[in-house]
T-cell receptor, first 111, second 113 residues
Framework: QEKVQQSPESLIVPEGAMVSLNCSFSDSASQSIWWYQQHPGKGPKALISIFSNGNKKEGRLTVYLNRASLHVSLHIKDSQPSDSAVYLCAVSMYSNYQLIWGSGTKLIIKP | AQTIHQWPVAEIKAVGSPLSLGCTIKGKSSPNLYWYWQATGGTLQQLFYSITVGQVESVVQLNLSASRPKDDQFILSTEKLLLSHSGFYLC????????????FGAGTRLSVL
């Protein structure tokens, strides 16, 4: 059974800092990896996804995937208080219609 | 633009009572539809998905069932609620046959007492 683990559980950083979030998965056959943002009481919102080894940048977000080490990281540049949320890592496995989710990292950006 | 609407917003139900939660997607034909459950402070757990009307695949049942009576509608139900059913239920949609972005609804908060 695919497992997805995220670290740290929570993170508090000052506004403007670079944020780094980690996600490890247990099966190298996993396909795409997604990062979602979830505010309290709301549904998750997709941020960025990656399939191939290497990195992908979109705006203030950069994601790095290393399939050999089964690790993916999300980096948020110039963090803002509105970035405060839970960040979820999700890995597609078994089919195009199933995702395995990590337990999330709670991020707080202090003004 | 596509919109996803979940109902009700919140429910308080007694153990052993029936439940029906609904989800409607407008502005997209033949979407893939999903039901997720999230315990308070817990991990998202996929329950069901459907890629066409009348067909639903179970991922984890948790004594729940799902149906897709129309192209744009997904229903989650049970005849007898358990305490363990409490949590946050989310409907989502994606489009196409390759792995695509999930778009989530606002969710239904269920408390079983």
């Amino acid at each position: 059974q695919e497992k997805v683990q995220q670290s740290p559980e929570s993170l508090i950083v000052p506004e403007g800092a670079m944020v780094s979030l980690n996600c490890s998965f247990s099966d190298s056959a996993s396909q795409s990896i997604w990062w979602y943002q979830q505010h309290p009481g709301k549904g998750p919102k997709a941020l960025i996804s990656i399939f191939s080894n290497g990195n992908k940048k979109e705006g203030r977000l950069t994601v790095y995937l290393n399939r050999a080490s089964l690790h993916v990281s999300l980096h948020i540049k110039d963090s803002q208080p509105s970035d405060s949320a839970v960040y979820l890592c999700a890995v597609s496995m078994y089919s195009n219609y199933q995702l395995i989710w990590g337990s999330g990292t709670k991020l707080i950006i202090k003004p | 633009a596509q919109t996803i609407h979940q109902w009700p917003v919140a429910e308080i139900k007694a153990v052993g009572s029936p439940l029906s939660l609904g989800c409607t997607i407008k502005g997209k034909s033949s979407p893939n539809l999903y039901w997720y459950w999230q315990a308070t402070g817990g991990t998202l757990q996929q329950l069901f998905y459907s890629i066409t009307v009348g067909q639903v695949e179970s991922v984890v049942q948790l004594n729940l069932s799902a149906s897709r009576p129309k192209d744009d509608q997904f229903i989650l139900s049970t005849e007898k609620l358990l305490l363990s059913h409490s949590g946050f239920y989310l409907c989502a949609w994606s489009w196409g046959t390759s792995q695509n972005t999930l778009y989530f609804g606002a969710g239904t908060r269920l408390s079983v007492l």
